[in-house]
């Protein structure tokens, strides 16, 4: 399990904490020989397709499944490939999310408008929950003026003690008003 875990750097200060998750050799590495698989498979299954009579039919049918193996493996990349970051001060959070040195997700949220934070244990990604947030660790609702809160995600494989440092400092740095805030730990 420690194979497959990213590299997680915490660095804490006074009234501070900045969490940082990178990739590791090992999600690159399997990342490639996912690639190889999508290759070979779409070996195998090209010549299948040829073999029909509609020739029309087995060009489009052919760069239909070629496409849909591309998305899919992009879209793997970014999950397996992307670096997050989390920093808490006495003022804000700021979640940032990239690839490579893309930002493609930049959250601010005042200390203010949180009203909930929710712990999840680490999930293995499978086919269900590419497209949604089932693998995030920590899960921070906030009440941004919007009719409905807004939750914002972090931390795909982040274990409990670093949730425990994460809840430690956020509970430093609110004091009083820490008592109005619901930490919750939820197992699904």
Excluded at 99 to 120: A, M, R
Excluded at 134 to 144: D, E, F, L, P
Aim: glycine share 4%; with cysteine; aromatic share 18%.
């Amino acid at each position: 399990m420690k194979f497959f875990s990213p590299k997680i750097i915490i660095e804490k200060r006074y009234r501070y904490l900045k969490i940082d998750k990178k990739v590791n050799f090992q999600k690159i590495l399997l990342n490639i020989i996912f690639l190889i698989i999508l290759l070979v498979i779409l070996k195998k299954i090209i010549p299948i397709i040829n073999n029909y009579e509609l020739y029309s039919f087995s060009f489009f049918t052919s760069l239909v499944i070629i496409l849909n193996f591309f998305l899919f493996f992009v879209i793997l990349t970014f999950k397996n490939l992307s670096n997050e970051s989390l920093e808490i001060d006495s003022r804000k959070i700021v979640i940032k999310k990239k690839f490579i040195f893309f930002c493609y997700y930049n959250k601010e949220i005042t200390i203010k408008e949180i009203i909930g934070i929710t712990y999840k244990g680490w999930n293995f990604i499978t086919a269900a929950n590419i497209f949604n947030n089932i693998n995030n660790s920590i899960i921070i609702q906030a009440n941004t003026g919007l009719e409905e809160d807004e939750e914002f995600f972090f931390g795909t494989g982040i274990d409990l003690k670093i949730y425990g440092i994460f809840q430690k400092t956020l509970k430093e740095i609110l004091g009083e008003n820490c008592k109005k805030l619901d930490f919750i730990y939820a197992e699904y």
